[in-house]
């Protein structure tokens, strides 16, 4: 209770302290889809999730391939090779999800790759931001592409993100 006292106090400060400062947005979706990099980033992360996909794809298919096998040769198995030949499917079938969780899991190596391949142009995307921010003397700025359900309204003259193209030169590169 206390601690939600304190939440609403603080809450109900944070206007007063944001009179008088300087605000804007950026939409680092936006800016990101202008840099040339990204688009090639882009089709990295494709191509070696295309390929790892495949890779899904075969260990399911041999799973199903076992499984028509086993059904197939039913009549002919004892019923001990029989629940040999189960266990080993049951054993590809946990492979393939250990696979399925280590590649594309929550913190799986796609999304590993992604963040790597990723971090140095968002490192210089936030440079620029930063600089922009300094130069335009911005107290607060907000990512419109990353929370847009907090943004209920945006003028277009608070938005920075052409002067963040403009700080990275890729302005004349692209144009959408």
Avoid: C
């Avoid at 075969?58 to 090779?81: A, F, K």
């Amino acid at each position: 209770m206390e601690k939600s006292l304190k939440l609403l106090l603080l809450l109900s400060l944070f206007p007063l302290a944001l009179m008088g400062q300087k605000m804007g947005y950026v939409d680092t979706e936006y800016i990101l889809n202008k840099h040339p990099d990204y688009k090639k980033i882009q089709e990295e992360i494709e191509a070696l999730s295309l390929e790892w996909r495949k890779e899904a794809q075969n260990l399911e298919e041999e799973i199903q391939q076992m499984y028509s096998d086993l059904q197939g040769e039913q009549v002919l198995l004892t019923d001990e090779m029989y629940q040999e030949r189960l266990a080993l499917i049951r054993e590809k079938q946990k492979e393939a999800r250990a696979f399925n969780n280590r590649i594309f899991g929550e913190n799986g190596q796609l999304y590993q790759k992604q963040s790597e391949l990723l971090q140095p142009l968002q490192s210089t995307i936030y440079d620029a931001i930063d600089r922009v921010s300094k130069r335009n003397g911005l107290a607060i700025l907000f990512d419109k592409a990353s929370s847009p359900t907090s943004i209920i309204y945006t003028d277009p003259r608070h938005d920075y993100s052409d002067f963040i193209i403009e700080e990275l030169g890729l302005e004349e590169n692209n144009q959408n």
